[in-house]
């Protein structure tokens, strides 16, 4: 079945960090860059991160630029992020997504399939 | 930055009426090279994650139904559901792929009148 689930997300305190996990299942992982986009509660959808499925080149939201890393690793089918200096901004649920088109060492273009997300909440 | 706005910011349509929402990019997202639009249509229903619907601005993915329709070049963009249906109630949002960063619409929130 082709899916992607989000794992990793939970209470942290403004400052902290936390590493949120996607593990993807039913395609050929290394052919799609892969992307995060989250939804701060009751908002709508924010482009954070995106890694590319062949070279591993890596594309910042100015928001968390300095702040996040995003990985992968493709003999596992999995991508991460990690996420430094949290801010209570940065509440929100991460998705993770796939590219809608396949090869390329480019930033993901749009997302075909979408994770249940994860949610992440920043508060003392 | 490519600023994506979405009109309305919701709107009530009867069962089996049209619906129409607007996308407007701050600038033009069509590749001359290719004459592609680069912008995309998702539905995301409460407590589901987004669903795509229509790539290349006009281009409707597999399985969506024939109702939803995409339309528009350059900056102006159009979904349309042709024959509102009660699981079409949901939030609907642009995207647009042209450059970096990907930028969304506020969305539109569509429900029943």
């Known amino acids: 079945e082709v899916q992607l689930l989000e794992s990793g997300g939970g209470l942290v305190q403004p400052g902290g960090s936390l590493r949120l996990s996607c593990a993807a299942s039913g395609f050929t992982f290394s052919s799609y860059a892969m992307s995060w986009v989250r939804q701060a509660p009751g908002e709508g959808l924010e482009w954070v991160s995106s890694i590319s499925g062949s070279d591993g080149s890596t594309y910042y939201a100015d928001s968390v630029k300095g702040r996040f890393t995003i990985s992968r690793d493709n003999s596992k089918n999995t991508m991460n992020v990690q996420m430094n200096s949290l801010r209570a901004e940065d509440t929100a649920v991460y998705y993770c997504a796939k590219d809608g088109l396949s090869g390329g060492s480019t930033n993901a273009r749009y997302f075909d399939l979408w994770g249940r997300g994860t949610l992440v909440t920043v508060s003392s | 930055d490519i600023v994506m706005t979405q009109s309305p910011d919701s709107l009530a349509v009867s069962l089996g009426e049209r619906a129409t929402i607007n996308c407007k990019s701050s600038?033009?997202?069509?590749?001359?090279?290719?004459?592609?639009?680069?912008l995309v249509w998702y539905q995301q229903k409460p407590g589901q994650p987004p669903k795509l619907l229509i790539s290349?601005?006009?281009t409707r993915e597999s399985g969506v139904p024939d109702r939803f329709s995409g339309s528009g070049s350059g900056t102006d963009f159009t979904l349309t559901i042709s024959s509102l249906q009660a699981e079409d109630v949901a939030v609907y949002y642009c995207?647009?792929?042209?450059?970096?960063?990907?930028?969304f619409g506020q969305g539109t929130k569509v429900e029943i009148k």
């Open positions: 995207q647009q792929f042209y450059s970096t960063p990907r930028t």
């Open positions: 290349w601005a006009s």
């Open positions: 600038q033009s997202i069509l590749y001359s090279s290719s004459n592609k639009n680069y």
